[in-house]
């Protein structure tokens, strides 16, 4: 019997998530990463190690003399993974030339101005009337790549993120951090966090944890936000230590496992990016840095439309020189016939109270 009334009780919405699950596994989804930073910090080889694919086979390293005259470009690279029947269209903008110039004034404009071309062209394909296939190029995160070598955030590094930060999600990443020992990436990392809290720049935050998430969870949450920025080691080549093969480098002495902890965030930032936070970094680019775009863009609509009726009212309204003698002689007598009414009715009232008044004498009279 309580089987039969399970039966009868059960209605079928709890599969709606398996539903969900079956239709986004079969369209796929897109992820599209920018990196930034000067060149020789890595950030190639980074990229490789995080998706375990070879990206640059065809780039031409340029010589000196290119260098000088580089200024910042971009480079788009797109690739299909497949995982477990799950499909990821990868996008990764590169911005070479960035930071290479003597005069890295402008180097920003390359960045901003690509990410504005792209939700401007989403935009007008959402606005359009076939919005079942939108393309979704905009930019989900920037990785920012910052030099070992200083003690903290330089002036370009600054302006760029000034500028990016209300635009995209920023994550910044200490590049090439084998060169530098514990304490001074503890430092780095310190001097990093103080420069961006002193000049209001806003970077990517971490969602909250549910309360309903187990503990194993909420400890990796901490552990990746106890790590910003994340200091990083990239590699290539595999290397067997003590029977095992690692991804690492290999120095006179001792070898840099850049998957070990205690040599590299580079885990923390693999898993933040693609196992736990690729989701959440698409629903900010969507509802919080599109959202003001688009904001944006129809407040400026509605004034160039206002403007335009404004013009249209003033072009279309009638000069003096179009008006003929015939219309501005009746216009006069218009004019004259509404003071003379005006004129009457103050008579009127004039008439109607000084009646009043004498009717109130002869009433004292009697």
Known sequence: MSGDKADRDYIGFAT???QVHRKSVKKGFDFTLMVVGESGLGKSTLINSLFLEDLYKSRIVPDVDEKIQRTTTI???TMEIEEKGVKLRLTIIDTPGFGDAVNC???WKVCTNYIDEQFKQYFTDESGLNRRNIQDNRVHCCLYFVPPWGHSLRQMD??????LHRKVNV?????KADTLTAPEISKLKQNILNDIRENGIQMYEFPECDSDEDEDFKQQDRE???SLPFAVVGSNSTL????RKIRGR?????VVDIENPKHSDFIKLRTMLISTHMQDLKDVTEDVHYENFRAQCISQISQHALRERGKLKRDSAPSDSDISETDRLLLQKDEEIRRMQSMLSQMQEKLKASGQDKKHDSIIDV
């Open 171 to 175: 994550v910044i990443v200490i590049a």
């Open 158 to 163: 600054l302006e760029l993120m000034k500028r």
């Open 75 to 77: 480079e788009k690279k």
């Open 240 to 243: 067997e230590v003590a029977g």
């Open 250 to 254: 290999q120095y006179p002495w001792g």
């Open 105 to 107: 004034e402008d180097s």
């Open 16 to 18: 709606l998530p398996d």
């Open 224 to 226: 990746l936000k106890a």
